[in-house]
């Protein structure tokens, strides 16, 4: 028996269905509105489509996308807001049917002459983003019969699909902008500095051992980098893809620690009313980082070296081993082979822990290293505080590079963010060190004076001497000092300097013949 003819237009359904499928198959704008032009064409029969987004700087629209082969030609047209048929969509945020063009507007023969093609009928509908027009969709030249106020009711219906995909592809658009800035952020937070022989020798290493699945043991004092090497080591690695979790195992009690790191099942202990993962099943496929390996208890060191040997975790309270792929980093500032004798550390995990070792040395020991770092500090600071400090004055770095840092490149750090922070002037100066009250004395060594004088006379006897030494020019002695010029105005005036002969102190120009800066009696001891 012949089935009766179908009502449904299939080709009309499937370019429908493309459509949808087009609105949800991709979040990068330009291959989304690409898609849309060409559906609004298959759906409405129409000659070209074209998609116009207002460009908020200028108030103006700009053809965003468009079919054809004068697509590029569009790309160069600007048209102002209320002007012509687009124009006017977007200022008044109504739709519009036009089926002869010629009776209506002279826009669209403005815009045929520049492009060589001739528009007679379209519908144009405002793009809306909660409730703020953001641009227009057109479909022009209908190829059969003319466009009906159904047509212009379903691209409106489809514009506000499209706007939905327009808003979720551009949020998706800022979160990655934002979270790649924020792992440039993490990634320059854990950035090793350096130029000595010393940071060249440790990059190496790292470099060598990366690509490898072997333990690594780092050691080193408190502060000297290890947490930031460990990170290099793990984005140089294979599985950088993978997270790299991190533990600082002197922050936790031994049963916290023993949950943390295995996990534990639903009603293991008292308050235990989930599962919880531990650290090693997160790390799943990744690296673990166990910093302050050396204050493990013996319980912890016996479950972790099981946890090496057999590559598997058993959670607290768990009745099966889970299986794991993890890479892992200890790091220790306590010489371990001390503990094993003091019988701390069990000297099987040691064996296990130490395949690799990279031995981090004091900052005291590499202070050619100190200007790199610092420079780094102050950049990065100087971003993070919305401050504008260029650099750090030669007597302060000096201080800087006379310093032990017990306290290591961490002490380092902490020290330029302080002082980036509270500096007034273009360069750090040596009073906003925390160490500077301890430099006097080692300054006034090297003007003479004793016992150790005020703060205000140690600013003055150098002032003196460099001035002295400059020659009385105020440009190379700001330079050196590290301070503005007005700024040395006022400590000259305060201090009652004056070049040789109290003539006033010249410029850039002042003679290399001017002698000694002479003035004010030297304060009393």
């Known amino acids: 028996m012949p089935q009766p003819p179908s009502s449904i237009d299939h ?7 493309e459509t949808g499928s087009a609105l949800s198959s991709t979040l990068e704008i330009d291959v989304l509105l690409d898609l849309i032009c060409d559906s609004m064409c298959r759906i409405f029969t129409a000659g070209a489509a074209s998609i116009l987004l207002i460009d908020e700087g200028t108030n103006t629209l700009f053809f965003k996308t468009a079919t054809g082969e004068k697509r590029e030609e569009l790309k160069r047209i600007r048209l102002k807001m209320g002007e012509g048929i687009a124009g006017w969509v977007a200022r008044e945020g109504k739709p519009m049917v036009v ?59 489809l514009a506000g699909h499209v706007s939905g995909a327009i808003d979720n592809a551009r949020a998706y658009r800022i979160t990655e902008s934002e979270r790649d800035g924020l792992r440039e952020l993490l990634e320059e937070r854990y950035t090793a500095i350096g130029v000595s022989a010393t940071f060249h020798g440790i990059i190496k290493t790292v470099q060598k051992v990366a690509k490898t699945k072997s333990t690594i043991l780092l050691r080193g004092a408190s502060g000297t980098g290890k947490e930031v090497i460990a990170r290099a080591i793990h984005r140089a690695s294979l599985r950088a893809h993978r ?21 534990h099942e639903k009603g293991a202990f008292t308050g235990a009313d989930r599962l919880k993962k531990g650290r090693f099943e997160l790390a799943d496929g990744g ?3 166990l910093d302050e390996i050396g204050s493990m208890g013996f319980t912890i060191q016996s479950k972790l070296l099981r946890v090496i040997q057999e590559r598997a975790v058993d959670r607290v309270g768990g009745g099966r081993p889970i299986p794991i792929d993890v890479r892992i980093i200890a790091a220790t500032n306590a010489p371990l082979e001390s503990l094993i004798k003091e019988g701390r550390f069990r000297e099987d995990l040691y064996y296990r822990l130490n395949v690799i070792s990279i031995n981090l040395p004091p900052l005291k020991e590499h202070r050619e290293d100190i200007p790199t770092m610092v420079s780094f500090f102050i950049k990065r600071y100087n971003r993070e505080t919305n401050r504008s400090v260029e650099g750090i004055a ?35 100066q040596p009073e906003r060190l925390p160490m500077y009250s301890e430099a006097r004395r080692d300054a006034f060594s090297l003007v003479g004076m004793n016992p150790v004088p005020t ?71």
């Open 455 to 525: 703060l205000d006379q140690v600013e003055e006897a150098y002032i003196r001497r460099i001035f002295s030494e400059t020659g009385g020019k105020k440009t190379e002695t700001c330079r050196i000092l590290g301070i503005s010029r007005p700024t040395l105005d006022r400590k000259l005036e305060r201090y009652g300097i004056r070049p040789a002969g109290n003539a006033a102190a010249e410029d850039d120009g002042a003679s290399e013949a001017d002698g000694p800066v002479t003035g004010r009696t030297e304060p009393d001891s």
């Open 99 to 157: 089926n002869n063009v010629l009776d209506e507007t002279k826009h669209a023969r403005e815009i045929g002459q520049m492009i060589d093609y001739q528009t007679r009928s379209l519908i144009c509908v405002p793009l809306i983003i909660r409730g703020k027009v953001i641009g227009v969709l057109e479909v022009l030249n209908r190829i059969s019969g003319a466009f009906t106020p159904e047509d212009a009711e379903a691209l409106q219906l």
């Open 287 to 289: 690296t673990i980082f």
């Open 11 to 17: 080709s009309l359904l499937r370019a429908l269905l």
């Open 394 to 428: 030669p007597a302060a770095l000096n201080i800087l590079m006379n310093y032990d840092f017990p306290g290591n490149v961490r002490e380092l750090e902490n020290i330029i963010e302080r002082a980036v922070v509270l500096e007034d002037e273009p360069m750090i």
């Open 243 to 263: 997270p790299l979790v991190a533990v600082n195992c002197a922050a936790l009690t031994e049963t916290l620690l023993e949950s943390e790191l295995f996990g």
